[in-house]
C-alpha cells in the first residue's frame, strides 16, 4: 500500500507561482510513475503530468508544458509540482498519484491517490 499526502495548495494572482508536495509513505516509489492530475468544478479529471520515478523523465499535457515541473526527491520518498506563470484556468483541485502501468495519461493507470489540495488563481 501507498499513502499519498499533498499539500501547498492555495490562493495566488494570476502570473504567480505556488509549488505542490506529494509525500508518499508505505514503500519507496522506486518501481512507480507519479502522476499529477486536476479536476475544475463540473469537468471531469484531468492529467497534468508524469514522472517516472526511477529515471525521472518527465511528461506534461499541452496545457502547461512550459510552466509547470514535475520533480521528485528520492530521499524524502516526495514528488512536486512546480506551477510557474499560473492562470485563472488552472484553477482546480490537484492529486497526486502512484502506478505502475504504461497508460500514464490516464486516471485508471494508477492506483493510490492523495485527498487533493485546492488551488485557486485570481485574475
Known amino acids: 500500500q501507498v499513502q499519498l499526502v499533498e499539500s501547498g495548495g492555495g490562493l495566488v494572482q494570476a502570473g504567480g507561482s505556488l509549488r505542490l508536495s506529494c509525500v508518499a509513505s508505505?514503500?519507496?516509489?522506486?518501481?512507480?510513475?507519479m502522476g499529477w492530475f486536476r479536476q475544475a468544478p463540473g469537468k471531469d479529471r484531468e492529467f497534468v503530468g508524469r514522472i517516472w520515478w526511477s529515471g525521472g523523465i518527465t511528461y506534461y499535457a499541452d496545457s502547461v508544458k512550459g510552466r509547470f515541473t514535475i520533480s521528485r526527491d528520492n530521499a524524502k520518498n516526495t514528488g512536486y509540482l512546480q506551477m510557474n506563470s499560473l492562470k485563472p484556468e488552472d484553477t482546480a483541485v490537484y492529486y497526486c498519484?502512484?502506478?505502475?502501468?504504461?497508460?500514464?495519461?490516464?486516471?485508471?493507470?494508477?492506483?493510490?491517490w492523495g485527498q487533493g489540495t485546492q488551488v485557486t488563481v485570481s485574475s
Open positions: 498519484a502512484a502506478g505502475i502501468g504504461l497508460a500514464t495519461v490516464n486516471r485508471g493507470n494508477y492506483d493510490y
Open positions: 508505505g514503500r519507496t516509489l522506486s518501481s512507480y510513475i
